[in-house]
């Protein structure tokens, strides 16, 4: 079976953080996916059209949101990463992208906690995850675990804040690296913050997203530490 190919508009390219960008494509009639899932955007060289290479991102909005939404993180050199920031106009630039693909989503057993683990860009796939639960009226608890380095590389917290002032289900826990000596909340890596925040792993269903490193650190963690199954650990690293 022939994999789904769109021609997508974009109508957002914001910088957001230190080197993420925000950007948003038009979404194509009839496009479905599950939270959680990705599309692979076929992406030119921008000195040679003909030069073409596929790119993994996932899609940060909700089936119900009109507009596809991604976190992209800057690469120095990256011909995506020059896309963006020499070649893409919102209103104007297209992309060809194919899918959706992936099964890096989430566990509906009423009976499974939910316990998020990101850096940086891996909050993109929790993003459509968490509010697609929460607005779909999912009532089990829910932990977000999100690091990077410093304020500077924060993005999207005002958004997952406002969730979790609606919802009483949802705790949040950003933690920083490098913060300025003005950050009062958690310093260090998600690694070492999680089991502050969890005592008790044996009703968790556990999702990391972000750096490889950190990714496999944690699976390594949650089987030979946690006592946690390979069916309820979850992981999908990002280069």
């Known amino acids: 079976m022939p994999v789904p190919t769109y021609t997508v508009r974009c109508t957002e390219n914001t910088l957001i953080a230190r080197d993420v960008y925000q950007v ?5 009639e009839g496009f479905m996916f599950k939270p959680g899932q990705f599309i692979l955007f076929d992406v030119p060289h921008p000195d040679n059209k003909e030069d073409i290479q596929a790119r993994a991102y996932s899609i940060a909005s ?76 999912d009532r089990r608890p829910m932990d977000l675990i999100y690091g990077v380095r410093s304020e500077e590389d924060l993005f999207w917290e005002q958004e997952f804040t406002q969730l979790a002032n609606q919802y009483d289900t949802l705790s949040l826990h950003f933690c920083l690296s490098q913060g300025s000596d003005a950050w009062t909340g958690h310093r260090g890596r998600v690694q070492t913050l999680i089991p502050q925040v969890v005592r008790d792993f044996s009703r968790k269903s556990l999702y990391a997203c972000g750096s490889p490193v950190m990714t496999k650190e944690i699976k390594e963690l949650a089987l030979t530490q946690w006592g946690m199954t390979k069916k309820d650990v979850h992981v999908e690293g990002y280069i």
């Open 24 to 28: 948003r494509f038009a979404k194509p």
């Open 62 to 137: 909700t089936p119900d949101e009109p507009d596809l939404l991604f976190a992209i993180k800057l690469t120095p050199g990256g011909r995506m990463s020059r896309w963006l920031v020499e070649k893409i106009t919102p209103g104007k630039s297209s992309f060809v992208m194919k899918g959706p693909f992936g099964t890096f989503v989430v566990d509906p057993n009423p009976d499974r906690e939910l316990l998020f683990l990101c850096t940086s860009t891996g909050n993109g796939p929790f993003r459509s995850q968490i509010k697609a639960a929460l607005e779909a009226g």
